[in-house]
């Protein structure tokens, strides 16, 4: 009964009674057996494809998960690590030609991955990634027959990046006066700025320039056409990136780096990271 019926306030309403079951007088209802679940269990149906003889279209050892798509030209893989921690895993395909490539989403660099396995139709492949990375695993189907049973290379998938240096600062950074914060204060080094004593900074929503100078160490000399990055550590929650005037890209999700090697020179670099906050 509702409050209206009953008398009641907006002050004394009380809970609906418990009726009983569909199949109690008056209703007398005959409900049936209940309906069969639309879809099988997984483990049912991967039971059911291994007697079957086929393969699973994606596996791997690590907390990676895909999905699939198949075009006219191409398998298209997306595969993403489902945890905080880097991953170095393995993942095998069911494709049996062509060869592998990845496609970054991010920077949207397309490369060959030169070093996979191919038994019968399974393609193994190492992987990496960094956290909650994700990327395109795709197979090319009009570049050539099929490739070898086994595919071996000198090149790796993935190259470890070594630290050369580190930019110590002390750092220049410009807030926007207007949302209550100091134009300019000076980090002696890299700090969250929400820990900062000035209420104008602690409490600071918005973007803020840190800039500095530094010096390529001789260590990184090394050949000019190699890659080097900056590593942006732990960004809270997007950051800009300017060497020597030259715009080198956004970091918005791990790893945090941006390629500066068209940018950097041996002495007297001017770096300019523009942070913004929630």
């Not at 509702?2 to 109690?24: E, P, R, Y």
Request: charged fraction near 20%; include cysteine.
């Amino acid at each position: 009964w509702t409050g209206s019926q009953t008398g009641a306030t907006a002050d004394n309403w009380t809970a609906a009674k418990v009726l009983g079951v569909a199949g109690m007088a008056p209703w007398n209802l005959n409900l049936g057996p209940p309906a069969p679940p639309l879809y099988p269990h997984y483990e049912s149906t991967a039971a059911i494809l291994s007697r079957m003889g086929l393969a699973p279209d994606f596996e791997s050892s690590g907390p990676v998960r895909y999905t699939h798509r198949t075009t006219r030209d191409r398998e298209i893989y997306f595969v993403a690590n489902r945890s905080e921690q880097r991953v170095d895993t393995t993942g095998t395909f069911r494709v049996a030609g062509g060869a592998p490539e990845l496609w970054e989403p991010v920077t949207g660099q397309i490369r060959v991955l030169p070093q996979f396995t191919r038994a019968g139709e399974l393609t193994t492949i190492p992987l990496r990634f960094e956290a909650y990375e994700s990327y395109f695993v795709v197979f090319p189907k009009k570049r050539g027959a099929p490739m070898a049973a086994t595919t071996r290379s000198a090149a790796a998938n993935f190259t470890d990046v070594v630290a050369v240096g580190t930019v110590d600062g002390p750092w220049d950074v410009a807030f926007d006066p207007t949302l209550g914060a100091p134009a300019r204060v000076r980090f002696q080094t890299l700090e969250d700025w929400t820990r900062r004593p000035e209420a104008g900074i602690r409490y600071y929503s918005g973007v803020a320039t840190y800039r500095t100078t530094f010096d390529l160490p001789a260590s990184a000399a090394g050949r000019r056409d190699a890659p080097r990055y900056l590593d942006l550590g732990d960004v809270r929650v997007i950051a800009r990136v300017r060497l020597n005037g030259k715009e080198c890209g956004v970091a918005w999700t791990a790893p945090w780096r941006v390629e500066i090697a068209d940018a950097v020179r041996p002495t007297g670099n001017v770096l300019e990271i523009e942070v913004a906050n929630l």
